[in-house]
């Protein structure tokens, strides 16, 4: 048997305003609350890397309210609410 919430949460359209590294495009994206930190830095990478931003070959970190946010934990762990904004960065 699964368990409802989680399935419910999974489920769960977060629209997030982000922006990667350098690029000057903000965007509106759809991500699901029970994706992954990293799954997240990820989709708001593939808008940018090699067409507005150079990619390079180094982890990303993703900032939320100034903090980074461990890669580990799902979009809803980490308490990000529809419309927040996150910036992906590459890790120094």
Request: hydrophobic fraction near 40%; charged fraction near 25%.
């Amino acid at each position: 048997m699964t368990d409802t919430t989680e399935t419910a949460e999974a489920r769960q359209l977060v629209p997030l305003n982000a922006i990667f590294a350098d690029d000057y495009t903000e965007l509106l994206l759809p991500i699901m609350s029970g994706n992954t930190i990293a799954e997240l830095a990820e989709t708001v990478a593939s808008h940018s890397e090699g067409r507005r931003v150079r990619k390079q070959d180094k982890p990303k970190v993703v900032y939320h309210n100034d903090r980074i946010v461990p890669m580990h934990l799902t979009v809803a762990e980490a308490g990000i609410a529809p419309l927040d904004h996150v910036r992906v960065e590459y890790q120094d």
